[in-house]
């Protein structure tokens, strides 16, 4: 932007974003249930591919991932247990946005209120509202997470289903459908908030160079959710791997947490505690870069009457917000 006095040109980082009374909430739940739906379809081969590399007894290459969901099931293997990861999905979603929207404007008022400064106000009101959303949408999703895993690495020569894998699971108790809950809290919830801290610390970083004025907002936003999607999982992958396999254990109790890391260490080092890595970037970052650029768009769009209507927004003109809108994209 220019200054009013004709001097020289210079960015300022400046967050201005829509008051969370002003969003119309079940339009934006609505519309980025449909959006992050159709994206959930398109990566959970990604997904399916992390799982069958945590899961292997003994070190699994990408390539022996593919072909052994190949032979196993065909093609319709890239997409177990798609369905069930679908319906518990849309209310993880939902209470993720409601959580995320509800949290943010609040921590970053009271940054304001302190005399925070724009990149440390925007770093540390995303990290509140991610640990926030991730803690909702962990409590809603983690019986889908239970089922869909079991299905991601099932033998579809067995004939199992959902229903079947659901029954065999609440067999020995309900709390079989939480099992690795209290592991998933402890990799998400800090996940969540590094995600957040660093997407939106990256943004009002970039923002404060004056080459940032010659980036489009695709790009800025998509090389931020490769950094975000980066540290969450640099940070977090030893504690996924140890997750997935205490939820596809039989019997009714898992073997403790300790007991699982020690093995994977003497199974294949370090390395163990990170297999998985590539597709769970991949996926962090596809998910993070598209549904950012999308829930932009979204917010802008839900906001109420008592502002312009959405066409005019999702047009040439964009809505002096577009500084910063932080997207609800993160955790899987």
Same mark, same amino acid.
């Given at each position: *932007? ?50 069958? *590399? ?10 022996? &991932? ?42 970053? %008022? ?21 640990? &926030? ?20 690495? %099932? ?16 067999? +020995? ?38 080459? %940032? ?10 090389? &931020? ?36 890391? +020690? ?65 609800? %994209?993160?955790?899987?």
């Amino acid at each position: *932007m220019e200054p009013p006095d004709g001097g020289s040109r210079r960015l300022r980082f400046t967050v201005v974003e829509p008051d969370v009374g002003e969003l119309d909430v079940p339009l934006l739940l609505l519309y980025g249930s449909g959006f992050y739906t159709i994206l959930l379809v398109a990566l959970h081969p990604l997904t399916v591919f992390k799982t069958r *590399m945590q899961a292997a007894s003994t070190k699994m290459s990408y390539s022996e &991932a593919v072909a052994q969901v190949r032979a196993a099931a065909g093609w319709r293997g890239f997409f177990a247990g798609l369905t069930p990861s679908i319906v518990g999905a849309l209310p993880a979603r939902s209470v993720y946005i409601a959580a995320l929207e509800a949290v943010r404007p609040r921590a970053r %008022a009271a940054c304001e209120a302190a005399g925070v400064d724009a990149v440390t106000s925007a770093s540390v009101s995303n990290a509140a509202a991610g640990f &926030a959303a991730v803690l909702a949408a962990q409590l809603t999703y983690c019986p889908t997470d239970v089922v869909t895993q079991r299905l991601m690495v %099932a033998d579809p020569a067995k004939g199992e289903k959902a229903s079947s894998v659901f029954r065999s699971i609440v067999a +020995s108790g309900w709390t079989g459908l939480y099992r690795g809950l209290g592991v998933s809290l402890v990799a998400n919830l800090p996940g969540g908030s590094v995600w957040w801290g660093a997407y939106g610390g990256a943004r009002a970083l970039v923002a404060r160079q004056p080459e %940032a004025a010659r980036l489009p907002d695709l790009v800025e936003q998509t090389l &931020a959710a490769i950094w975000a999607a980066f540290c969450t999982v640099g940070l977090t992958s030893p504690l996924d791997v140890i997750k997935t396999r205490t939820q596809l254990a039989t019997g009714a109790a898992p073997p403790p947490l300790l007991h699982t890391a +020690s093995r994977l260490l003497r199974e294949d080092g370090v390395r163990g505690l990170y297999r998985g890595f590539l597709p769970r970037w991949a996926h962090a970052s596809l998910w993070g870069g598209t549904v950012i650029a999308l829930y932009e768009q979204l917010k802008l769009c839900a906001v109420s009457a008592r502002r312009s209507g959405c066409r005019g927004r999702l047009g040439g003109r964009r809505s002096r917000s577009r500084a910063v809108v932080y997207a609800a %994209a993160a955790c899987e």
